[in-house]
């Protein structure tokens, strides 16, 4: 189902507020709510199926993954609200108090406060945030602001979607499992506050719609297209094995069928790896559209600060008609 038609006449009627800066007219990560000249609220939510058996990594990995929609506009996390949907049989209390405590831990780590929840009864277990940041109104990413000549950067490996898939079919091992979860469980806030000591011209995080549905969606809203190099792309090795050996997600197929008219491929490129691209990802990394003086700069910062895959993956290129993606070897 496309949401997104379903929802077209709302965006027009919404954007009558000329307080509410950004809406979901362009499918950017958060709203965006002007309260003064100088202070925004930034608002999103989300929440996901569990992408480990350990109740505590799982909270980590959800609230991690819920807040970074408001670093992917430039924010300040502030309040957070739990949302459960919890089973009513065949979970015990302490693995649900367990996963509260995972979520709590990441929340208290963004220096954002717990201001209460909700919780309903529902078959299959889902967890996640309702998130408020706060943004100055002039310093706001969006993902429909990245001009030609600028290069891109994403902060996290690709791949996670094939191994947690994997993983539930045997065919991925514990230690592959846990690296995957520790970039899941991390936040992007180091992320975001070292890509703000630069001058960034427009942002979104990697994740449901994969690399490419994501990064489509920036050419878009931007009206350009963008060149990525797939050996410079932070990924996971062995998420390449698996899809060779016919792991998919759920969804990699619709990710496919959202871009496959937006895609070139330049050089030689298998199934493997153009399925890659279109893995979905758990609290994926931040893509960031910025000059390309400042990208070897803001690479080498994260790599300081405790980042080692950080990379300069591509560069943006006028849309000569039609916005799209380029993938080279």
């Not at 400042?294 to 300069?312: C, D, K, S």
Request: charged residues 20%; hydrophobic residues 40%.
């Amino acid at each position: 189902m496309d949401l997104s038609e379903i929802v077209k006449e709302f965006a027009g009627a919404a954007k009558t507020d000329p307080n509410l800066l950004v809406g979901f007219e362009t499918g950017d990560d958060a709203g965006v709510y002007r309260l003064t000249d100088e202070l925004a609220l930034v608002q999103t939510v989300d929440y996901i199926t569990p992408v480990v058996d350990d109740p505590f990594l799982f909270g980590q990995v959800a609230a991690a993954n819920s807040i970074s929609d408001v670093y992917a506009m430039g924010g300040r996390p502030l309040t957070a609200m739990n949302l459960c949907n919890f089973p009513a049989k065949n979970i015990d209390k302490g693995s649900l108090r367990r996963i509260l405590e995972g979520g709590f831990s990441k929340i208290k780590e963004a220096g954002a406060t717990l201001v209460g929840g909700h919780t309903v009864r529902d078959d299959e277990l889902k967890y996640g945030l309702s998130v408020t940041g706060l943004i100055n109104p002039r310093r706001i990413l969006t993902n429909t602001a990245a001009r030609p000549g600028d290069r891109l950067v994403l902060t996290k490996p690709i791949g996670t979607g094939v191994i947690i898939t994997g993983y539930r079919r045997g065919q991925a091992s514990d230690d592959l499992l846990m690296r995957a979860v520790t970039w899941m469980a991390m936040l992007n806030k180091v992320s975001c506050e070292t890509m703000l000591e630069f001058d960034p011209h427009s942002c979104t995080d990697i994740t449901g719609f994969g690399l490419s549905g994501h990064a489509l969606g920036m050419a878009r809203g931007s009206n350009v297209r963008m060149r990525m190099r797939f050996e410079d792309i932070p990924k996971y090795d062995e998420s390449l094995a698996l899809i060779g050996q016919g792991v998919a997600t759920s969804v990699t197929a619709s990710n496919l069928q959202v871009v496959q008219d937006y895609l070139t491929f330049s050089g030689s490129f298998n199934d493997d790896e153009k399925g890659l691209i279109v893995d979905p990802q758990t609290s994926g990394g931040l893509f960031i559209s910025l000059p390309a003086e400042q990208a070897p700069r803001l690479v080498a910062r994260l790599r300081e600060r405790g980042n080692p895959i950080a990379a300069v993956i591509g560069e943006v290129v006028p849309a000569d008609g039609r916005p799209g993606l380029e993938f080279l070897k």
